[in-house]
């Protein structure tokens, strides 16, 4: 079993960054593949960014250029980089994890709690 642990949501201003942080632990090996989804009101989730534990990276076209994901592998820890946040990105963002053997383009296998984001204009 995996859990996952997420931080640094909150309330930002349009224009604004923020940094979502995601740890993994349990009895895994080290899951290749992490990353985060979003589901705003009235929508449904979204894939928003993935990593492989090799650096390989996946945006979805509305955060690209705004967005960067990143990973410590030794701590199994994946971050969320926001910049220039924009009303449409308010959300509550899921990490997810895969299995270890698993591709970029696999879908998720554990799922942390969620954490809201919420951007005001």
């Known amino acids: 079993q995996v859990q996952l642990v997420e931080s640094g949501g909150g309330l930002v201003q349009v224009g604004g960054s923020l940094r979502l942080s995601c740890a993994a632990s349990?009895?895994?090996?080290?899951?290749?593949?992490m990353g985060w989804y979003r589901q705003g009101p009235g929508k449904q989730r979204e894939l928003v960014a993935a990593?492989?534990?090799?650096?390989?990276?996946k945006f979805a076209d509305s955060v690209k250029g705004r967005f960067t994901i990143s990973r410590d592998n030794a701590k199994n820890t994946v971050y969320l980089q926001m910049n220039s946040l924009k009303p449409e990105d308010t959300a509550v963002y899921y990490c997810?994890?895969?299995?270890?053997?698993?591709?970029?383009?696999?879908?998720?296998?554990?799922w942390g709690q969620g954490t809201q984001v919420t951007v005001s204009s």
């Open positions: 997810y994890s895969s299995l270890p053997t698993a591709n970029i383009a696999s879908p998720p296998r554990y």
């Open positions: 349990g009895s895994i090996s080290r899951p290749n593949v």
């Open positions: 990593i492989t534990g090799g650096g390989t990276t």
